[in-house]
């Protein structure tokens, strides 16, 4: 006897084992704590599909994120679930027919005078059941229409998952682009900081120069060592984005084009009235919203239906087989088809102002939608706006960014030459030399930005996921 309460108490400790924090001021580490798997482990993570030998352009990369990243399939499975949401409510347009199929025994003693007789009775039965709404003023059509509203507008988020996703993998590519740039102007710079701090220590060995002329050159070469591995860094955080977006781990190597071979356009095509028009006729984002209004548009239709009645039919016809004995006396039977049909005429004639107020939530919500809307499209035009601005704003400093870095070039060449010959200070050296760095940087990051911006305008405008905006995918 004295187990049982032991092998009570060993069942009730996963039960009553977890309590809450024992005090505010310290993390707490339950016992279940130790039950739950860390991070992902019980969850098969994907192989990588990355091949480390290819070089990837922009498009194939796209093409990969969208097959691969999570995301998608999140919004893909979303959608999914709302169509067969539209499904559910389709089914109350058609009859529910159910059947049941019952069988019992019952035996009991039945007084008769001064004595009790034994009574057995078997029943067995198979019903079917009919049910079905004649008409209820629209409450179907209307839950079908919200229904069909919502589809919409998880197709619409749906896109609205790729365009972003398109432009993230954009943005982070274009990133490296110029991180992988910046690093071979670093590389440059460092190069020509090392060749100033040669001739200066060379000078000083021949008597032609000073010791502060010589640590203001080794000065020159530690700040671009410095910046060297500072740019390192970047893109080291720029290819794990990418990889990120394309649903692969941040450590996995992914090679990309050369800046110089990525095909750069020189002015835009279109008026920023043109491509404002195309952006409030395509970004799935208003579409999204503009359903948001048919979807409150349905539910007032339903809250409308409440104020009349409802008509429903059941039928339920049955099969029933009897059988029944009693003390003394054989066994008895009959058999027998029953049912019914039943009409309900269903009227609410008060409910303490209910269906009055889901009326006027319903036409809220349509308010609340349409001014959405209206905020939304103030949004995208401002949007649309900035990136066009910011757009040739880049075409503009990359054409100032290339006559920089032929300037600083030359001069840095001239600057170099003089010092050799004794004619210009080291001052004068590294002060070229620093502007020259800077325009290399410069060059690099309005080349880049050029592409961004250009992916920035398709992002905003919505032209990066219609289908004769780039290569359709595999």
Not at 315 to 332: D, I, N
Not at 374 to 383: G, H, K, N, Y
Request: glycine share 6%.
């Amino acid at each position: 006897m004295d187990a049982i309460p032991l092998l009570i108490l060993i069942l009730a400790v996963p039960v009553f084992g977890q309590r809450p924090p024992e005090s505010p001021d310290r993390p707490w580490h339950s016992p279940g704590e130790r039950r739950v798997p860390g991070g992902t482990q019980g969850i098969r993570q994907p192989p990588s599909w990355i091949d480390a030998a290819r070089v990837y352009t922009l498009a194939e990369l796209i093409d990969l994120a969208e097959g691969h990243n999570p995301e998608t399939r999140v919004a893909w499975e979303s959608a999914r679930a709302q169509a067969a949401a539209l499904g559910i409510a389709r089914s109350e347009l058609y009859p529910i027919l159910s059947a049941a199929a019952t069988a019992g025994l019952d035996r009991e003693e039945i007084p008769f005078g001064t004595q009790y007789y034994r009574q057995t009775g078997a029943d067995f039965q198979l019903t079917l059941e009919l049910n079905y709404t004649v008409f209820d003023f629209g409450a179907r059509r209307g839950r079908i229409d919200a229904e069909s509203a919502r589809v919409l507008a998880a197709d619409f988020s749906f896109n609205d998952v790729h365009r972003r996703l398109i432009y993230r993998v954009q943005e982070a590519y274009y990133r490296l682009l110029n991180d992988i740039g910046q690093e071979d102007a670093a590389r440059a710079n460092l190069a020509n900081a090392q060749a100033v701090q040669e001739s200066s220590e060379e000078r000083l060995n021949n008597g032609l120069a000073t010791l502060p002329d010589v640590l203001e050159a080794r000065s020159a070469t530690a700040q671009s060592q410095y910046d060297l591995q500072a740019v390192l860094g970047a893109e080291q955080i720029a290819r794990g984005d990418l990889a990120t977006a394309l649903g692969v781990a941040a450590s996995t190597a992914i090679r990309v084009q050369p800046l110089s071979e990525v095909p750069t356009p020189e002015s835009i095509g279109d008026t920023v009235e043109k491509v404002t028009e195309r952006a409030l006729s395509q970004r799935p984002d208003l579409q999204r919203e503009m359903e948001d209004i048919s979807t409150a548009e349905a539910e007032r239709k339903e809250a409308k239906a409440a104020f009349y009645p409802r008509l429903d039919v059941n039928v339920h016809p049955g099969a029933e087989s009897l059988f029944f004995q009693q003390q003394t006396f054989p066994w008895g039977h009959t058999g027998d088809v029953a049912g019914g049909l039943n009409m309900n005429l269903s009227w609410t004639v008060f409910d303490g102002g209910a269906r009055r107020n889901r009326l006027a939530q319903a036409e809220a919500n349509i308010r609340r939608s349409e001014a959405q809307v209206t905020a939304t499209r103030d949004q995208i035009e401002d949007d649309v706006w900035t990136a066009y601005a910011n757009l040739n704003t880049a075409f503009r400093q990359r054409e100032a960014a290339a006559s920089l870095l032929d300037a600083a070039t030359q001069s840095y060449a001239a600057a170099l030459e003089s010092y050799n010959y004794g004619v210009r200070n080291l001052l004068d050296v590294t002060a070229a030399q620093r502007a020259l760095a800077q325009a290399r940087s410069a060059d690099v990051l309005a080349r880049t930005q050029v592409l961004a911006a250009l992916a920035d305008l398709a992002f905003r405008a919505g032209d990066s996921i219609q289908m004769n905006a780039r290569k359709p995918g595999p």
